[in-house]
């Protein structure tokens, strides 16, 4: 049987692993989009219009995602919370 202190403490871990995670994402998908850019503008032999181009496309890719997850948490949240109060109002 787990304690239910234990049980909080592994919750709050979760959640500090979860929002640790958010903020790779952006610089990420930025890095991911240059290098892209980077590759198409060598192989095709080009000014680094692409690599800024898909730096920026990365950007919003990444915002995106990371408003997407937090939205989805915090559907996710007030689920387990609307379940929790014994008062509606």
Do not use: Q
């Amino acid at each position: 049987m787990v304690s239910p202190g234990r049980d909080k403490l592994g919750n709050l871990w979760t959640k500090v692993a979860f929002y640790s995670s958010l903020g790779f994402i952006l610089p990420a998908s930025v890095v991911g989009g240059l290098l892209l850019g980077w590759y198409l503008d060598r192989c095709l032999h080009t000014t680094p219009v692409l690599a800024v181009a898909l730096g920026f496309l990365g950007a919003a890719a990444g915002l995106a995602e990371i408003l997407r997850l937090l939205t989805r948490e915090e559907k996710r949240e007030r689920g387990n919370d609307s379940g929790d109060r014994s008062d509606p109002s």
